[in-house]
Nanobody, 126 residues
Framework: QVQLVESGGGLVQAGGSLRLSCAAS????????MGWFRQAPGKERDFVAA????????FYADSVKGRFTISRDAAKNTVYLQMNSLKPEDTGVYCC???????????????????WGQGTQVTVSS
């Protein structure tokens, strides 16, 4: 069983930065994809970024490319989301997710992820 615990959310002004962390526990994560999703009030949970644990290949939503960076620290079993140049539309609850997927790609659909953290609130003020 995979357990995910997010931290690092908060209130920041537009243009600022935050770094989210997702501490993972469970099996060996070699074939896993770790993803970040966000959900704004009244909206769907949207894909933000993902990383393949074994290769560190990264994938991003178009809306965050060039501003957000996903990475992982294998020694700490932790995935990070560095968020720069934040905008008010980045506001939402950010959730970490995991799924075991062989291959080289990463799913962007929330329906394909099996394990979820509880989420951390990010609020960007204008």
């Amino acid at each position: 069983q995979v357990q995910l615990v997010e931290s690092g959310g908060g209130l920041v002004q537009a243009g600022g930065s935050l770094r989210l962390s997702c501490a993972a526990s469970g099996p060996t994560f070699g074939s896993y994809v770790m993803g970040w999703f966000r959900q704004a009030p009244g909206k769907e949970r949207d894909f933000v970024a993902a990383i393949r644990w074994s290769s560190s290949s990264t994938f991003y939503a178009d809306s965050v490319k060039g501003r957000f960076t996903i990475s992982r620290d294998a020694a700490k079993n932790t995935v990070y989301l560095q968020m720069n140049s934040l905008k008010p539309e980045d506001t939402g609850v950010y959730c970490c997710a995991a799924v075991r997927v062989p291959g080289t790609m990463a799913p962007a659909s929330r329906f394909l992820y099996d394990f979820w953290g509880q989420g951390t609130q990010v609020t960007v003020s204008s």
